[in-house]
């Protein structure tokens, strides 16, 4: 038993014994740290008479009849009716033929990677055989297993599923915790969370104390934070040499983990699927008598709308994709098909599947296929949500006697979710638009047509330009044969690749980690706020390291922010953005937005900035919804105090029951409104929590007067990404660091700013800036960088360096001249 278990135990038996126990008092400790926190009641085990001898036998004691309790209801369920109807269907899953093999293999071996076809039983079953042999050997009160989810909705599912398959309430024996939200009770043994969650605990209790088993699921799709935690644990094992790691994964290349973990033992679980048609784009058109004409083509889809830019770069899109068709048909690969004629392909936008292509296949499956519902992957929240509204509007797809519409996102809230595998009322169709997280992660059962467009969108990361980069990109063969795979579950099925053969063979086997293809900001900040040592020297321990170009991006971008001084040591400031859920610069607005006392409006800034966009952006009203954002941001160029703005008029209407009318009106997304509002009460206790925020703090809600302080804070957080703004006769051009001059168009309106704070600098063939801000020279000269570094004066250099790179001549002459005013006061002082 844990020491500081023992200890904690026995200052509260000291305690009890030392006031006259009243009779059947209860005695309840807990100890989050230990894996045995619950209550207990001592004098129910001992009688009134016993002495209680406060030491770890009496621990013990507890826990073994805790584990004979857990082991009676375990028992009781199983041979209860329904709990052997339950023991009958998980004995069919592929994995329970291999169940001693895997559990031998755990007992005797401190890692074991686990491959097998999605749907076989890997995340349900396998973490409920360690448990049950556990509590079957008396032990379930000792042993404590986590994990580990990439997305929240599958963390969700997955312990509701593994519960039931349990015959009990979630937050029993089986739990779950995701950012915000979480189920999990006293007796909780088994706990499903996400990735980042764990992380988050490891920064309170770097050796996971009490915890027996680590089980990391869906390392295939090697996520960052999934690479990350893999380097921490394996230093943490050598440390832990009782503690065990199961690696999960849907595909075959177990190898390179098994290498990783020093040759750890592979466990394949070999599982049947029905077998799945492929249909590729030429005999779709061709089954579904459907032609390509610019007429029934949409154009838009898949591209970003936050900046107008924006429509000055799909002009020139469109042309470059119209070059890439011609070049199509002029290569071999085209010519085997003989339907495939030169003027449907001319129409067919590789980048772009018009809706009305999806709704033709769909209109296809609901009237002329058999019955099963329909899995249609999307590329994104936004595809999905305006396909949505376009399919509600079709006379047979939106008829919800016949077809059950459903959307899939890892951040709906559970009873939505809960829909997506039900089973939809007789003659009903059930189609679930999902985007790749329905790849692996969750199963529904019911799907018997794939219908897949045959992108993901993919963030990667431009090293060399320092550019995040977000756009929908090919998937890989793997991840088109794991969507296939999707329609087999339950019966053979078909699947519609929406794009032709040659596409399909051109796509790379497997997609890049993500730890080469993100910025690395926060990651290199929570290395340093877990002590893991040198960054360079961590990251190179990866499963494939990132560039090192990338390593020093981060780690300049954090000394210039001021969460890391000059020798790369963490600084107070980063210490407290490491605590906060959100990226550095965002958690830096916060900070300050505390310091400067207009936190409402900056909460509210950051919380929309690090869920989504609210502003809908409907295909068809799209002008309606420019015009509705223009009326919260119109007057003074800044898409941030438009959040802000659309938060409180949500808050207020809420207040009289008018939210969902007042999104409606103003073209906001009610669920995104309400994380925001999530969101800012989580800001909230952080900050309080921390002391930076005072306990009592209540809000008003004028803050219109604070304007000025809030677009200085909105600088300092986003700073270095700025942009000169010089308005031209005709047009206005912007001026970054990295990419120099791009030009907007004729007909916006002027800038009244010389200069744009922007959050978000995208690449989509040209660069867009996403939500940007007007600030005026003095706020940049003030509140652009990090005044601690190098002092006032170095900053003063830095930021010279920036308006020198500009050089606006009255800008330089501005900057000389505070900097000289300021070297003067240092210098008295
Ligand atoms: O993790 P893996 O993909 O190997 O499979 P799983 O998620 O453990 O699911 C195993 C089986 O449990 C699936 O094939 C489904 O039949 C069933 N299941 C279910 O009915 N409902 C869920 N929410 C999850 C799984
Ligand atoms: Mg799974």
Same mark, same amino acid.
């Given at each position: ?63 073994? *009849? ?21 023991? /009958? ?21 401190? &890692? ?11 995340? =349900? ?22 994990? =580990? ?12 599923? !593994?519960?039931?398959?349990?015959? /009990? ?20 043994? $088994? ?17 996971? =104390? ?83 004409? @610019? ?36 290569? %071999? ?5 003989? *339907? ?30 058999? @019955? ?23 006379? $047979? ?8 519409? $459903? ?8 009873? /939505? ?7 939809? @009322?007789?003659? !009903? ?20 047509? &794939? &219908? ?10 431009? %090293? ?7 756009? @929908? ?43 080469? *293809? ?17 960054? =360079? ?64 409006? &900056? ?7 690090? !869920? ?58 009610? +669920? ?25 703090? /209540? ?26 703004? !010089? ?13 120099? +001059? ?46 601690? *570094? ?40």
């Amino acid at each position: 038993l844990p020491y500081r278990l023992q200890m904690e135990v026995d200052t509260h038996l000291q305690a009890h014994l030392s006031r006259k126990p009243k009779s059947r008092d209860k005695l309840l400790y807990s100890s989050k740290s230990s894996g045995v926190d619950g209550g207990i009641a001592v004098d129910d085990l001992y009688g009134e008479q016993e002495r209680i001898t406060p030491n770890s036998v009496v621990v013990e004691k507890i826990q073994h *009849r805790r584990s004979l309790q857990l082991r009676n209801k375990q028992q009781d369920w199983q041979e209860s009716p329904e709990g052997q109807k339950m023991l /009958e269907f998980r004995r069919n899953l592929p994995a329970y033929k291999e169940k001693d093999a895997l559990l031998k293999a755990i007992s005797e071996n401190q &890692v074991v990677v686990v491959s097998g076809e999605t749907g076989c039983g890997k995340t =349900t079953q396998l973490p409920q055989y360690i448990l049950e042999s556990e509590i079957e050997a008396a032990q379930g009160a000792a042993c404590s297993i986590i994990c =580990t989810q990439p997305r929240r909705i599958s963390a969700m599912a997955v312990s509701e599923r !593994v519960a039931s398959e349990r015959g /009990e309430q979630l937050g029993d024996s089986v739990g779950y915790k995701v950012r915000l939200e979480g189920m999990k009770g006293r007796d909780t043994r $088994l706990l499903f969370c996400t990735t980042g969650i764990l992380l988050r605990r490891l920064l309170v209790d770097r050796n996971l =104390t009490g915890v027996t088993h680590v089980i990391v699921d869906e390392i295939h799709e090697r996520g960052m934070n999934e690479d990350f935690l893999l380097i921490v644990l394996k230093d943490l094992l050598r440390r832990r040499p009782e503690m065990r790691l199961i690696l999960m994964s849907a595909t075959l290349n177990a190898e390179l983990f098994s290498n990783y973990f020093g040759g750890a033992p592979m466990i394949h679980i070999p599982g049947f699927t029905y077998p799945v048609r492929a249909h590729f784009l030429e005999n779709i058109l061709e089954m579904t008598g459907y032609r390509l004409t @610019p007429h029934n083509q949409i154009d838009d889809y898949g591209q970003d709308k936050s900046w107008k830019m924006q429509r000055q770069a799909v002009k020139k899109r469109k042309s470059q994709i119209a070059t890439a068709v011609e070049d199509a048909l002029e290569s %071999a690969d085209f010519r085997g098909y003989s *339907r495939w004629t030169r003027e449907s392909l001319s129409c067919w936008n590789p980048d772009s599947i018009g809706f009305n292509l999806i709704e033709h296949v769909l209109c296809h499956i609901v009237q002329k296929e058999r @019955p099963g519902a329909v899995l249609l992957f999307m590329t994104g929240w936004d595809d999905i949500n305006s396909l949505k509204d376009q399919l509600q509007a079709h006379p $047979l797809l939106g008829d919800p006697s016949r077809v059950l519409l $459903l959307a899939c996102h890892g951040s709906m809230a559970s009873s /939505e979710q809960r829909l997506i595998f039900d089973k939809p @009322p007789d003659g !009903v169709r059930k189609i679930v638009l999902a985007t790749n997280m329905a790849e692996t992660s969750i199963t529904i059962n019911d799907v018997v047509f &794939v &219908v897949d467009c045959g992108k993901a969108k993919e963030t990667s990361y431009d %090293a060399i330009n320092n550019t995040p980069c977000l756009l @929908p990109s090919w998937i890989s063969k793997a991840a088109a044969r794991q969507r296939r795979g999707r329609a087999g579950r339950v019966q053979s099925g078909e699947c519609y690749h929406l794009y032709p053969r040659c596409v399909y063979d051109a796509f790379a086997d497997y997609q890049l980690p993500e730890l080469l *293809r993100t910025p690395l900001q926060s990651l290199c900040l929570q290395i340093k706020s877990l002590q893991l040592g040198s960054i =360079t020297e961590f990251l190179s321990r990866a499963l494939q390291p990132p560039e090192s170009l990338s390593v020093q991006n981060a780690v300049e971008y954090l000394k210039v922010i001021g969460a890391l001084d000059e020798n790369e040591n963490l600084t107070v400031l980063g210490r407290q953005l490491s605590m906060l859920p959100v990226e550095p610069k965002l958690g830096k607005m916060l900070i300050l937005g505390a310091i400067f006392n207009c936190l409402d409006p &900056v909460m509210s800034i950051v919380a929309g900035l690090s !869920v989504r966009d609210p502003f809908l952006m409907p295909f068809d009203k799209k002008d309606l919804a420019e015009s509705a954002k223009a009326q919260f941001s119109g007057r003074d160029y800044s898409d941030h105090l438009a959040l802000a703005r659309a938060y409180d008029g949500w808050r207020d209407a809420e207040r009289q029951q008018a939210g969902y009318e007042y999104c409606w009106r103003n073209f906001l997304s009610v +669920q995104t409104m309400k994380a925001i509002g999530s969101l800012r009460r989580q800001f909230l206790s952080l900050l309080k929590d921390s002391g930076i925020v005072d306990q009592n703090t /209540e809000f008003s809600n004028s803050w219109s007067h604070d304007e000025h302080l809030i677009r200085a804070i909105i600088c300092a957080g986003l700073f270095p990404g700025i942009c000169s703004v !010089v308005n031209k006769e005709r047009s206005i051009s912007l001026k970054t660091m990295e990419d120099g +001059q791009n030009s907007v168009n004729a007909g916006v309106p002027k800038i009244p700013y010389p200069w744009l704070v922007f959050n978000e600098k995208v690449k989509v063939n040209s660069v867009f800036l996403r939500d940007s801000t007007g600030i005026s020279d003095s706020v940049l000269l003030l509140f652009g960088g990090n005044i601690s *570094r190098g002092g006032l004066d170095g900053h003063l250099k830095m930021l010279g360096g920036y308006l020198e790179f500009f050089m606006e001549p009255s800008l330089a002459e501005t900057y000389l001249s505070l900097k000289r005013e300021l070297g003067e006061l240092i210098q008295n002082k």
